[in-house]
């Protein structure tokens, strides 16, 4: 079973990319959502349509959540978690870093997920208990012990008017310490970077499950902590995301709560 998973998983993804790379840096419609610069494109909607139509193909049956489209057929105990572009307003304006984020949960579980970046060629994977790979190779969390020398990423939400911690200031603290913060665009990505070892943790406010569902486990799987702004045990459908190699987790967390 979980070799057709992984497959229709990977099969899914790649036909997804072949309709990103087609439009990228040509000319699609953009509307904007509940917000200004929440985005929603052509190539989205395409891209979930082609995703879903392969997954529907071999499990007709499987409960499918999908930022676009909403839920699917929502009574089996598997569950696809779809965003089909993460970081739309980076592909909106050609900017390479986006990609295709598919993650699948059994029985409330996460047990495989992908991220793809068709424009970098990054596959990133896992399926649990079994590790995250990118491009097929091994990938670890960093080392580094000390938040001093660790390199940071994070993400803004669309508007924040509801919100008590103010997600600028949590970012100047860290400015104000002298660590680098660097802002993607892409919340899936910048877990998988994490992930890679290439940022040591990753903070963001307000995301959704489809952000999110594939890069928790590939964190997990690459020996990473993630939890809320509290520390607590972490669910994709929370609103506080904390990302780290582990090993500065708590460092940060006395910044960021
Ligand atoms: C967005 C990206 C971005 C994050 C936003 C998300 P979208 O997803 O992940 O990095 O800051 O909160 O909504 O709209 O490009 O799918
Ligand atoms: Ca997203
Ligand atoms: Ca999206």
Redesign the pocket.
Known sequence: MNDKLKNTLLTAIHEGAKILRHYFEGSFEIKSKDTLN?LVTEVDKKAEEAIINIIQGEFPSHFILS?EVGELSTESNYKWII?P?????NFAHGIPICCISIGLELEGKMIMGAVFNPFMNELFFAEKGKGAFLNNKPIHVSNSHQIESACLVT????KWATIDTDPIKVFEKFIRMGLPVRR?????I?LCWVAAGRFDGFW?Y???PW?IAAGYLIIEEAGGKITNFKGESYSVYDKETLATNGKIHDEILKVIS
Do not use: R
């Open positions: 929440n930022e965003d572009i993460d970081g739309t307003v993400g803004f939400p669309y993607l665009g892409s919340a899936a910048d963001e307000n995301l959704n952000d």
